[in-house]
């Protein structure tokens, strides 16, 4: 039976509104590692190739490029490793030699690539039956294994335009297997904030749960309870075009809600891959027709009078295949919403994003994190990372690089921390 916070959080981040303004390990040395950083752009048309996978082919170290195509990765001298890949929906998995790459940001471009059909034996007859197939293979296709997992978590709360919070962090992950009842865990490992980079007007918004929401959105291993596919006859699916990820042919398969229930569902797009009937990928958004059902999705607390809706909404989740089975890559999630004031005029705009890369991997002596290490569901993750601007604070740790305007808000609040 489902826990009353799982219930709350089946649709994805919590919300606390309320009013007012308001590490501990050593690192290892820079020699420890090399680092490659610059951009990706596609090769025919040069625009920017955002949320690209960039990995160590053949070991579980990688990152994600930013909403600019922008990525570093730092790759531990230990690994020996020559090249670093590059992968992304419907380009040619690329490998690019690391020696060649070391120094000053690079622009690295990436071929699109072309469909090529290929014969398979098996085709199920409608969407419906991929799918289905698909969730069948679930223990063929991921982990049976547990996994321990390091991340790299950020979140952000903006006003209109303006940044009012950003927080971040390595975290460590424990994975349970795919074939398990088991929950995921999470601990925090080392970690910055900035608060207040602009002072928000008479609302404070907060994000409940952190990174644990990230793993509740892990679509495949909680098929109950991040888009119910639990029951496929909460939605209608529809066959569309095909595409290749990782240089293997996926189908895209739509869907949308085919019922009425008390929660709301979502509309979106699964990538399943022809060859062996996984899902690599995933985006969706949540049904917002009915305001008043998906605004309690989200709001735990909000002060009297106050109307919240939200605007839109949008999830991507994606899995990376190493040895024959599928992996957690990347999370990320994006909110908008609007808060009214009953009888006055008040109005404001937020928006709110969390996103969660992996940027390594071990099977090895895996133990779960005792109970009073744990990231909890009820903790506000701004409240639990240290406030600390050294532009070095993450030694040898992969991580997404800031977008521009993150950028600018960090270095903002920086200055103001040594006046």
Aim: charged share 25%.
């Amino acid at each position: 039976m489902k826990t009353l916070i799982q219930k709350t959080m089946h649709f994805g981040i919590i919300f606390i509104f309320f009013f007012g303004i308001g590490i501990a390990n050593a690192q290892n040395g820079t020699d420890s590692f090399v680092t490659v950083s610059g951009q990706l752009k596609d090769a025919k048309t040069g625009e920017k190739i955002i949320y690209a996978t960039i990995s160590v082919p053949g070991s579980g170290v990688g990152t994600v490029s930013n909403s600019e195509g922008e990525f570093l990765l730092k790759v531990s001298k230990s690994l020996n490793a020559e090249v670093f890949e590059v992968s992304h929906l419907s380009y040619a998995t690329t490998k690019f030699k690391i020696s060649e790459s070391i120094g000053k940001d690079k622009t690295f471009y990436l071929e699109p690539q072309y469909l090529m059909l290929k014969q398979i034996t098996v085709v199920p007859k409608d969407a419906r039956g991929i799918v289905s197939m698909a969730l069948r293979n679930i223990r063929k296709n991921y982990s049976e294994v547990p996994n321990m997992m390091t991340g790299f978590y950020r979140e952000t709360i903006r006003q209109r335009r303006d940044y009012i919070s950003i927080s971040e962090a390595v975290v460590d992950i424990y994975k349970a297997p795919y074939s398990s009842m088991q929950d995921d865990q999470v601990k925090i490992y080392k970690g910055r904030k900035g608060t207040n980079v602009k002072k928000a007007d008479t609302l404070m918004v907060q994000l409940q749960g952190g990174p644990n929401v990230s793993m509740l959105l892990d679509i495949v291993k909680n098929t109950d309870l991040s888009i119910a596919l639990n029951n496929l006859d909460n939605y209608q699916f529809e066959i569309g075009s095909m595409v290749n990820i990782n240089d293997k042919l996926n189908w895209v398969i739509s869907f949308s809600p085919n019922v009425v229930r008390d929660e709301p569902l979502y509309y979106g797009k699964l990538y399943i891959s022809q060859e062996n009937m996984a899902i690599t990928r995933a985006e969706f958004s949540l049904d917002l027709n009915d305001e008043e059902k998906a605004s309690r999705v989200f709001v735990q607390k909000k002060p009297m009078g106050l109307i919240f809706l939200p605007t839109s909404t949008s999830y991507l989740v994606t899995y990376k295949e190493q040895n024959g089975k599928y992996y957690l890559n990347y999370v990320r999630v994006d909110l908008k919403f609007r808060c009214d004031w009953k009888k006055r005029l008040f109005k404001n705009y937020y928006s709110v994003m969390s996103e969660v890369a992996i940027t390594d991997r071990h099977e090895d002596n895996i133990a779960k994190f005792a109970n009073q290490e744990v990231f909890k569901f009820n903790m506000v993750f701004a409240e639990k990372v240290q406030n600390f601007m050294d532009p070095d604070f993450w030694g040898e740790y992969n991580i997404i690089e800031p977008d521009e305007s993150i950028e600018s808000a960090i270095k903002k609040l920086s200055r103001s921390i040594q006046k």
